[in-house]
């Protein structure tokens, strides 16, 4: 957790703290039909990113 946080300066403040979270989940699927081995794999990505300064400000 917060050893992985970071800080960083923009033009509207000195420091920002804004949090930024990814989850991803990785699904795996595997089966045999007919002597086939099949597989089948998915990945989601979900990106949270709190806050935002306005970009002509910054």
């Known amino acids: 957790g917060s050893s992985n946080r970071k800080l960083a ?3 509207m ?12 989940c990785v699904i795996e699927s595997c089966w ?5 081995t ?6 989601l990505n979900l990106v949270d990113h709190t ?4 970009q002509k400000s910054s």
């Open 9 to 11: 300066v923009t033009n």
């Open 13 to 24: 403040i000195c420091e920002s703290s804004h949090s930024h979270s990814v989850l991803t």
């Open 32 to 36: 045999e039909m007919n002597s086939t």
């Open 38 to 43: 099949h597989f089948r794999y998915g990945r």
């Open 51 to 54: 806050g935002s300064e306005r």
